[in-house]
């Protein structure tokens, strides 16, 4: 089969289109004919180097930890799923990715794929859907009329982010760049305020209950958030090279986030796609063979919205 694979840490040109040999499923595991996969910053970080303490991989290593695709094989011990089952997840990151026509997963990371948009598509929704999830969730415990700033909505964890927040009867204020505020107004914001042009603090008028922290700040704009949030509140912060700040005296907590795997958490996304409740955007595909291009154009900056790496097999 064909994959991508780099045998050492490096710049994007460590990575190989090659031939390698299709692999065989364990015990608990199941082999996943790939229909999409995304890029996540997550694969150039450790695709760089930057991840071998929390992350360590094996060399060579197959990035893409997103799959979408059919299961093909199943290992011993496997329950619940069936071959020719479309199922979507968030592989191990630790493990081989799914930037191959082919991908072994452990069973119980998976979840039934959607059904109301192409499975290819649905390689988009797992690890940036997962992180909204969890950071609104399971650390912000967010309920209905609470007010939510998400930090940097632009991209594909805010777009989710915002959706969730509103669809869950939040008040939701989204600070992005003048090119995403028309999507994120339609993803549901209340409010929209353009970071280039106003600041953060002042254009935020009353406490929230909730901050969300998706963009890579100036660690003095990352503090700053603390203020917004009322008595009790929480930050949740993504770019976990800065600790999210915290306010003891005012109960103030700061999180940060590292997103997990969870196939019941990603079936209950997956059911909201399918109600029409939650919106999946893809910014552009791209064939496997071009994935050291993208993760080039990621290196620059140059990659907005998600991107989804679509395997050449038949």
Excluded: C
Aim: glycine share 10%; charged share 20%.
């Amino acid at each position: 089969m064909k994959a991508v694979r780099f045998h050492e840490y490096g710049d994007p040109d460590v990575l190989r289109f090659e031939d390698v040999e299709q692999p065989v499923p364990g015990v608990g595991e199941v082999r996943i004919r790939v229909a999409g996969t995304s890029f996540n910053s997550v694969d150039g970080n450790i695709r760089g180097g930057f991840m071998q303490g929390p992350i360590p991989v094996v060399l060579p290593h197959t990035p893409g930890i997103d799959v979408a695709g059919t299961v093909e094989a199943l290992g011993e011990g496997v329950d619940g799923l069936e071959v020719g089952d479309d199922v979507v997840g968030f592989l191990p990151m630790d493990g081989n990715g799914a930037a191959a026509e082919y991908v072994l997963a452990p069973a119980e990371v998976l979840a039934p794929a959607p059904k109301s948009i192409p499975l290819t598509d649905a390689a988009a929704l797992p690890v940036v859907g997962l992180t909204a999830y969890q950071a609104l969730f399971d650390h912000g415990k967010l309920a209905a009329g609470q007010r939510v700033l998400v930090n940097g909505a632009g991209g594909a964890v805010g777009g989710y982010a915002v959706q969730l927040a509103k669809n869950a009867g939040a008040h939701v204020i989204a600070t992005v760049s003048h090119r995403s505020s028309e999507a994120v107004r339609s993803a549901g914001a209340d409010e929209v305020i353009d970071h280039t042009t106003a600041s953060v603090t002042t254009a935020v008028t009353e406490p929230v209950d909730i901050a969300l922290n998706l963009a890579p700040v100036d660690p003095a704009e990352l503090a700053a958030l603390v203020t917004l949030v009322r008595p009790g509140g929480v930050v949740v912060n993504t770019t976990v090279w800065m600790p999210a700040p915290s306010d003891e005296e005012r109960g103030v907590r700061g999180i940060d986030l590292f997103v997990r795997s969870d196939a019941e958490q990603l079936a209950q996304l997956v059911a909201s796609i399918d109600r029409g409740e939650l919106r999946v955007d893809v910014a552009e595909r791209v064939p496997l063979a071009e994935l050291p291009a993208l993760h080039a154009r990621a290196a620059e900056g140059a990659v907005h919205g998600k991107v989804i790496v679509v395997p050449s097999a038949d």
